[in-house]
Every structure is written in C-alpha cells, then in structure tokens.
Nanobody, 123 residues
Framework: QVQLVESGGGLVQAGGSLRLSCAASGRTFSNYAMGWFRQAPGKEREFVATISWKSSTLHATSLKGRFTISRDNTKNTVYLQMNSLKPEDTAVYYC?????????????????WGQGTQVTVSS
C-alpha cells in the first residue's frame, strides 16, 4: 500500500508559478512510476506529466513546456513545477503511483492516488 499526500496548491495570478509536491509513504518509492493529473469542474481528469523510476519524463504536449515533473527518491517526493500559469490551469491536481519501471499517461494504469490539491489561477 502507498499513501500519497499532495501539497503546494493555492491561488495565484496568471503568469505566476507554483510548485506542487506529492509525498509518498508505505513502500519503496523508487520502484514506482509517478504521475500528475488534473481535473477541472465539469471536465474529465486529464494527464499532466509522468516520471519513471529512473526519472524519464513525459509531459502533456498541450502544456507547451510550462510544467516540469521531477522526483527526489531520497525524500520520497515527486514535484510538479508550474510556470506561466493561466486561468485554464485551474483544477484539482492529483498525483498517482504505480509500481513499475515504465511510466504511464493513462490514469487507469495507476493504482494509488492522493486526495488532490486545488490550484486556482486568477486572470
């Protein structure tokens, strides 16, 4: 079992930055692929970024390089650096984990989820 706790969300003006963190506990973090997803009101959950156990990454192309996923296995934490935020980035952001050497863009592949953290970008 893996427990995931997100933090770092909040209210920010358009153009600003936030760094989300997801702290994992319960199993060997370095064995896990991690992902970030988001869900805006009335919309489906969508892929944001994923990182493998060896820190290979993939980001949603729609983000156009504004977001960066990273991990620190010594701290059992995955991060999402978000820059040049836009009002359309407003959503609840979730981190997810799956014990695997690969990484995944489909939310159905993940076994564990955090409770989410709200990000609100004002115009």
């Amino acid at each position: 079992q893996v427990q995931l706790v997100e933090s770092g969300g909040g209210l920010v003006q358009a153009g600003g930055s936030l760094r989300l963190s997801c702290a994992a506990s319960g199993r060997t973090f370095s064995n896990y692929a991690m992902g970030w997803f988001r869900q805006a009101p009335g919309k489906e959950r969508e892929f944001v970024a994923t990182i493998s156990w060896k820190s290979s990454t993939l980001h949603a192309t729609s983000l156009k390089g504004r977001f960066t996923i990273s991990r620190d296995n010594t701290k059992n934490t995955v991060y999402l650096q978000m820059n040049s935020l836009k009002p359309e980035d407003t959503a609840v952001y979730y981190c997810a984990a799956k014990e695997s050497m690969a990484y995944y863009t489909n939310s159905r592949n993940y076994d564990y989820w955090g409770q989410g953290t709200q990000v609100t970008v004002s115009s």
